[in-house]
Structures are given as structure tokens and as C-alpha cells.
């Protein structure tokens, strides 16, 4: 059974179309698995599973094979799934981000509603014996 760090390291390479070709699916129990278009004919899916047990998984010609007349260890479909899978993670890491509360500032009510030229500039004269002015 392959690495799966040396099928990330293939996946780099992958294409954005490529991995446009691939789209999160899940069994019914939960467990995610990829739907990857095939390069030959866009009319046929091929499904990329793993597990723990059997590693990858396709049911491409290769992947029922086992793999074993794949140069890489797996067939194209599951690198272009771990590819699809990685751009996810890095999307999802980048929501995250952005849905992060902005830093409070300890800018006091009257600051934050007040236009700066008002805040900036010294008191009118006819207003500094005002009761309201310090």
C-alpha cells in the first residue's frame, strides 16, 4: 500500500481542471468518498474510496487490478481525488479565517459614531464654559 504523503506530493501537480473533474460524495453511513470524471470519456465516473484497511480503492481498470500496472502505486482518479481533497481542506482553512470576529478596539461609543474632524479639532471658544465641555 502506498504512502499517502507520496500521493500528496503527486497531487501537486494535478491541474485545476483536472481536479475539477472530482466531487465529494458520501455513503449513506457518513464516509466520504470522490466521484472523478474519467480523462477517456466524460459520460463515466469512476469512485475513489479509502480505508485504513485497503488503503485506495477505484473502479477504474486499474483499480481493479489492485493497481499494480500503476507507475505512481495508484491510478490517476485517486491522485486527482487526494488533489480535489486538498484544495477542500486549504478552502475550508481559508473560511475559517475569514469568519474569524474582527479584534475588538477599545474605542469608546461616542468615538466610533463621531466623525474625526469633530474629535480632532480644539472646542469652540463660545462652547468651552459649556457645563458639557472639560
Given at each position: 500500500?502506498?504512502?499517502?504523503?507520496?500521493?500528496?506530493?503527486?497531487?501537486?501537480?494535478?491541474?485545476?481542471?483536472?481536479?475539477?473533474?472530482?466531487?465529494?460524495?458520501?455513503?449513506?453511513?457518513?464516509?466520504?468518498?470522490?466521484?472523478?470524471?474519467?480523462?477517456?470519456?466524460?459520460?463515466?465516473?469512476?469512485?475513489?474510496?479509502?480505508?485504513?484497511?485497503?488503503?485506495?480503492?477505484?473502479?477504474?481498470e486499474?483499480?481493479?487490478?489492485?493497481?499494480?500496472?500503476?507507475?505512481?502505486g495508484?491510478?490517476?482518479?485517486?491522485?486527482?481525488?487526494?488533489?480535489a481533497?486538498?484544495?477542500?481542506?486549504?478552502?475550508?482553512?481559508?473560511?475559517?479565517?475569514?469568519?474569524?470576529?474582527?479584534?475588538?478596539?477599545?474605542?469608546?461609543?461616542?468615538?466610533q459614531?463621531?466623525?474625526?474632524?469633530?474629535?480632532?479639532?480644539?472646542?469652540?471658544?463660545?462652547?468651552?464654559?459649556?457645563?458639557?465641555?472639560?
Amino acid at each position: 500500500m502506498i504512502a499517502l504523503n507520496v500521493i500528496r506530493e503527486y497531487a501537486k501537480s494535478i491541474s485545476p481542471e483536472d481536479i475539477g473533474r472530482a466531487h465529494k460524495c458520501f455513503e449513506a453511513n457518513g464516509t466520504p468518498f470522490y466521484m472523478v470524471e474519467s480523462s477517456r470519456d466524460a459520460l463515466v465516473e469512476h469512485k475513489v474510496c479509502w480505508s485504513k484497511e485497503h488503503g485506495f480503492t477505484c473502479t477504474c481498470e486499474s483499480g481493479q487490478r489492485g493497481f499494480s500496472n500503476c507507475r505512481k502505486g495508484v491510478c490517476q482518479h485517486a491522485i486527482i481525488a487526494v488533489a480535489a481533497s486538498a484544495e477542500e481542506q486549504a478552502a475550508m482553512k481559508e473560511q475559517i479565517a475569514l469568519n474569524q470576529p474582527a479584534p475588538v478596539s477599545h474605542v469608546s461609543s461616542t468615538e466610533q459614531s463621531a466623525p474625526a474632524w469633530i474629535l480632532n479639532h480644539p472646542v469652540a471658544s463660545h462652547m468651552q464654559l459649556s457645563p458639557c465641555e472639560k
